[in-house]
C-alpha cells in the first residue's frame, strides 16, 4: 500500500483528577498525547463547487435544454480515516445545483431524472510531501447510463495548512 500522507492533529489531553487526601487547588493526574483526525469542511467545499462548475460546463447538453430532476446522493467514503466535514461538501454541491436555472432538486431518486454520486478518498502526491483529498463526482441517468465523472484533487499547502 502506497504512503498517503493524512493530516493529523496531536493534542494534549489532561486528565487531571480531584483526590480527598489533596487541597482543592492541587490536581493529580497526567498528560496524554492524543492523535485526532481535524475537521476539515473546507476541503470539501471547494472541491465540491469545482467539481459542479466542472459538471455543469462539460454536460451542457443535460443542463442547457430543459429543467432537469437531479437526486444528489450521500457522498460515499473510501477511507475510515478522511477529514470531517463531508455534509459541508454535499451541502455546497446542493446549493450550487439548486441555483442554476434548469436544475430541480428531487428529494428522492425515484423521481430524479438524473443521479450524482460523489466519492471521496485519500490521494496519494507524487511528492508524498503534503496530504490531499480526491473528490470524485459522477452524473448518471436514471436508467443507469453513466454521462460523465468529474474529478477534483485538493491537497494541502507546503508549509501551509491551508487546502487548494
Given at each position: 500500500e502506497p504512503l498517503v500522507l493524512k493530516p493529523r492533529v496531536t493534542e494534549t489531553v489532561s486528565s487531571h483528577k480531584k483526590r480527598r487526601c489533596c487541597p482543592d487547588d492541587v490536581l493529580v493526574g497526567s498528560d496524554e498525547q492524543q492523535v485526532i483526525v481535524p475537521d476539515l469542511p473546507e476541503i470539501y467545499v471547494i472541491s465540491a463547487n469545482r467539481t459542479v462548475s466542472s459538471m455543469l460546463n462539460d454536460a451542457k447538453a443535460v443542463f442547457n435544454d430543459k429543467p432537469v430532476h437531479v437526486f444528489v446522493?450521500?457522498?460515499?467514503?473510501?477511507?475510515?480515516?478522511?477529514?470531517?466535514?463531508?455534509?459541508?461538501?454535499?451541502?455546497?454541491?446542493?446549493?450550487?445545483?439548486?441555483?442554476?436555472?434548469?436544475?430541480?432538486?428531487?428529494?428522492?431518486?425515484?423521481?430524479?431524472?438524473?443521479?450524482?454520486?460523489?466519492?471521496?478518498?485519500?490521494?496519494?502526491?507524487?511528492?508524498?510531501?503534503?496530504?490531499?483529498?480526491?473528490?470524485?463526482?459522477?452524473?448518471?441517468?436514471?436508467?443507469?447510463?453513466?454521462?460523465?465523472?468529474?474529478?477534483?484533487?485538493?491537497?494541502?499547502?507546503?508549509?501551509?495548512?491551508?487546502?487548494?
Open positions: 446522493q450521500d457522498s460515499k467514503l473510501l477511507a475510515d480515516d478522511l477529514p470531517g466535514g463531508v455534509d459541508k461538501g454535499l451541502k455546497a454541491a446542493k446549493k450550487r445545483l439548486d441555483n442554476v436555472s434548469t436544475v430541480i432538486l428531487a428529494k428522492n431518486a425515484k423521481t430524479a431524472e438524473y443521479i450524482v454520486n460523489t466519492s471521496i478518498d485519500w490521494f496519494d502526491t507524487p511528492t508524498k510531501q503534503v496530504p490531499a483529498i480526491k473528490y470524485t463526482m459522477e452524473l448518471v441517468s436514471s436508467d443507469g447510463v453513466k454521462i460523465g465523472e468529474w474529478t477534483e484533487v485538493v491537497h494541502q499547502t507546503e508549509g501551509d495548512r491551508s487546502w487548494w
